[in-house]
């Protein structure tokens, strides 16, 4: 193979991350792509954005971002085709399309994890959350697009969750309900790649669910990350895929189910011991974009053995090198995120090829929810979470000190951000509790 081609699948900052991480030594094409993606190759070849179907798109490999053509089945389609796709079937993808199957698959494989129950009316929900301690945690059993978990801190805010959760607010995703005991402790994203039998990790990261600093306020899809974490070292990484990931992979292949792609622990490590608070079945958003810029190995000749089933082969180690450096992703949201994001304000800072107009050294803008009105026009906020701002230097602090200088030049309107992602040690917080948000 030549320069290989590369189709990546969605339109976030995940696959944005995605795309200038496989350019460095492929041909990369994205479906759909958004604003930011087009020409902003370091590699061989630009990335180019489409908007045909991935099913009619000639590449070398598939890599899909999202959970929801996940979910939906675009990997057993575009293999049906003989296509090489980094992502789960529609079966594997259950994982995070059904929270109580991945409940299931937790219990069956010995996975610890928070108390819980799955109900389809209000009543048996009312009885179990009366019999937990808090805080409460009420999630739609499918996904919801990032609104479907409530953390509340008082049982009348979870039996009101839980009405109205049952009561269609969320149509077939909310048909039922997982209520779980909320969990204190450090939270922890593990993402490790899979190629079916061979699980390695990626370096562990960190993200923040909370709008406000010091975990304070609404749940998010993240307001930022970084990576990889000094308060984990080799053995105890190695440990957590043995005791939280290997029973999980050992368990869906004896239910017939062959995983080809990434698998996301969220761990909450508790006094108690490690707890899986989900698993998604892609890379994290905004993980991504910390542990992608610090990857040492060639991720398109890592992502191709993960397609092959030959993971072993092409990690013989069985881990990765370790990163290089550290990264920080500092996200900026629309002005009411995440309840009713403010749209259409233009975004001062940023330049026509969607960086910062006075570049900051090991800063990239990585485009989350942006637009244009216009091929050449100003960038506009598209949505909730609108900006990942990543930075990478040799060590944290520095990363972190470039995310927050690159943050100063960038802004619009009621622009919101946190601004304690990776101060280590952290601030003095409210203790963190199972804040996932699907």
């Known amino acids: 193979m030549s320069v290989p081609r590369i189709c990546v699948v969605g339109s976030g900052g995940r696959e944005h991350a995605l795309c200038l991480a496989l350019a460095r030594s492929a041909e990369v094409v994205v479906t759909p792509g958004n604003p930011g993606m087009p020409g902003g190759a370091g590699g061989p070849g630009r990335?180019?954005?489409?908007?045909?179907?991935?099913?009619?798109?000639?590449?070398?490999?598939?890599?899909?971002?999202?959970?929801?053509?996940?979910?939906?089945?675009?990997?057993?389609?575009?293999?049906?085709?003989?296509?090489?796709?980094?992502?789960?079937?529609?079966?594997?993808?259950?994982?995070?399309?059904?929270?109580?199957?991945?409940?299931?698959?937790?219990?069956?494989?010995?996975?610890?994890?928070?108390?819980?129950?799955?109900?389809?009316?209000?009543?048996?929900?009312?009885e179990f959350l009366r019999e937990l301690p808090g805080p409460w945690v009420v999630k739609t059993d499918g996904l919801a697009s990032g609104k479907g978990v409530t953390v509340a801190s008082t049982l009348a805010e979870a039996e009101a969750d839980v009405r109205a959760k049952l009561s269609g607010a969320f149509g077939g995703a909310g048909r039922r309900?997982?209520?779980?005991?909320?969990?204190?402790?450090?939270?922890?994203?593990?993402?490790?790649?899979?190629?079916?039998?061979?699980?390695?990790?990626?370096?562990?990261?960190?993200?923040y669910k909370r709008l406000r600093d010091r975990d304070r306020g609404p749940n998010t899809g993240g307001m930022g990350s970084y990576a990889p974490l000094p308060d984990l070292k080799d053995a105890e990484v190695e440990e957590l895929v043995e005791r939280m990931v290997a029973p999980v992979v050992?368990?869906?292949?004896?239910r017939g189910i062959d995983y080809r792609g990434v698998l996301y622990a969220g761990l909450m490590l508790t006094a108690d011991g490690p707890?899986?608070?989900?698993?998604?079945?892609?890379?994290?958003?905004?993980?991504?974009?910390?542990?992608?810029?610090?990857?040492?190995?060639?991720?398109?000749?890592?992502?191709?053995?993960?397609?092959?089933?030959?993971?072993?082969?092409?990690?013989?180690?069985?881990?990765?090198?370790?990163?290089?450096?550290?990264?920080?992703?500092?996200?900026?949201?629309?002005q009411g995120y995440p309840t009713s994001a403010r749209m259409g304000?233009?975004?001062?800072?940023?330049?026509?090829?969607?960086?910062?107009?006075?570049?900051?050294?090991?800063?990239?803008?990585?485009?989350?929810?942006?637009?244009?009105?216009?091929?050449?026009?100003?960038?506009?906020?598209?949505?909730?979470?609108?900006?990942?701002?990543?930075a990478v230097a040799p060590d944290l602090a520095e990363a972190r000190r470039r995310a927050y200088q690159a943050v100063?030049?960038?802004?619009?309107?009621?622009?919101?951000?946190?601004?304690?992602?990776?101060?280590?040690?952290?601030?003095?917080?409210?203790?963190?509790?199972?804040?996932v948000a699907l």
């Open 345 to 390: 304000d233009a975004i001062e800072g940023i330049g026509t090829d969607g960086q910062l107009v006075e570049p900051v050294p090991g800063v990239t803008v990585i485009h989350a929810s942006t637009r244009r009105e216009a091929p050449d026009g100003p960038v506009l906020v598209g949505g909730g979470r609108v900006l990942g701002i990543v």
């Open 47 to 126: 990335i180019t954005a489409t908007s045909a179907p991935p099913e009619e798109l000639e590449a070398d490999l598939y890599v899909i971002g999202p959970e929801a053509p996940l979910v939906g089945g675009l990997a057993d389609r575009l293999r049906a085709l003989g296509r090489r796709v980094v992502g789960p079937g529609a079966d594997g993808a259950r994982l995070e399309g059904s929270k109580a199957f991945m409940k299931e698959v937790l219990v069956a494989a010995g996975v610890p994890t928070a108390r819980h129950g799955v109900f389809t009316t209000v009543e048996p929900a009312r």
């Open 275 to 334: 707890h899986v608070l989900e698993y998604n079945v892609r890379l994290g958003d905004p993980e991504a974009q910390v542990v992608l810029p610090i990857l040492r190995e060639d991720p398109v000749e890592v992502l191709l053995a993960v397609a092959e089933g030959r993971l072993a082969r092409a990690v013989p180690a069985g881990r990765l090198s370790p990163p290089e450096g550290a990264a920080v992703c500092v996200v900026m949201a629309a």
């Open 177 to 207: 309900v997982v209520v779980e005991e909320g969990l204190a402790g450090s939270e922890c994203s593990l993402i490790v790649l899979c190629d079916g039998r061979t699980v390695v990790p990626m370096a562990p990261a960190r993200d």
């Open 408 to 435: 100063d030049r960038v802004t619009w309107p009621g622009a919101q951000w946190r601004s304690d992602v990776a101060a280590v040690p952290a601030p003095e917080a409210a203790p963190a509790t199972s804040q």
């Open 250 to 254: 050992h368990e869906i292949r004896r």
